[in-house]
């Protein structure tokens, strides 16, 4: 397989979506085909799923129960790996997710408090043990991130600075663990800072060289 997979991570509100599009820019400005996609929702399952996992539970129905949660982001996942991921990869292309497993594992595992082994067990088995060569997480105390949010809170959203603290945290020693995989980016920086350290960096992963740019 040819492709070059990368994700995006962050809590709500970080900017993930504005460096995913500079960055689609770019690589197609270097004549890569690059195809933009995010979960939950990549797929046309998966925004049915999304709609279930993220709309407000009516005030008199139970929250999804933790495990329930997990399935259906996983589901989504195992979805958008076989029908949208797998086969733009196979085609040569490059795939920017904004999303994937480390948000299971930050937010369900992090967040909800499953353990993190049952996370990456389900998510590997969901993939298939696919991965990304890069992920970029752009990380931001969630009091201010979730302050940029332009809508209404939908139901992750709404879960609680405590829960949001978790998630970062959790998302911050994922990176730890694997540094070859992850960069952490300080996401308060202006746009622009944020996707020059993105931008110096692909152009080492594909070899892009001084000379070029
Ligand atoms: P989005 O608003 O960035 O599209 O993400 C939807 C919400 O779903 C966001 O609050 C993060 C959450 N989420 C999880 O809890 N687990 C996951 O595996 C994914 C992909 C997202």
Redesign the pocket.
Known sequence: MAGLFISFEGV?GVG?TTQVERLRQYLESRGRTVLVT????GTPLGATLRQL??RNVAEDAADIAPRA?ALI?AA??AQHVAETILPALERDEVVIT????D??LA??AG?RELTAREIRDLSLWATNDLLPVRTYLLDMDPAESHARLQHDE?R??SAGDDFQNRTRRAFLDLAKAEPERFRIIDAAQPIETVWTQIRVDIDDLFGYGEASR
Do not use: A, I, N, V
């Not at 995010?38 to 929702?41: D, V």
């Not at 904004?98 to 497993?101: A, E, S, T």
């Open positions: 709500d993930k995010r979960e939950p929702g996992l993220l949660e982001f989504d996942r904004d999303r994937y497993l948000s299971s937010y369900q967040g939908d992750m959203e």
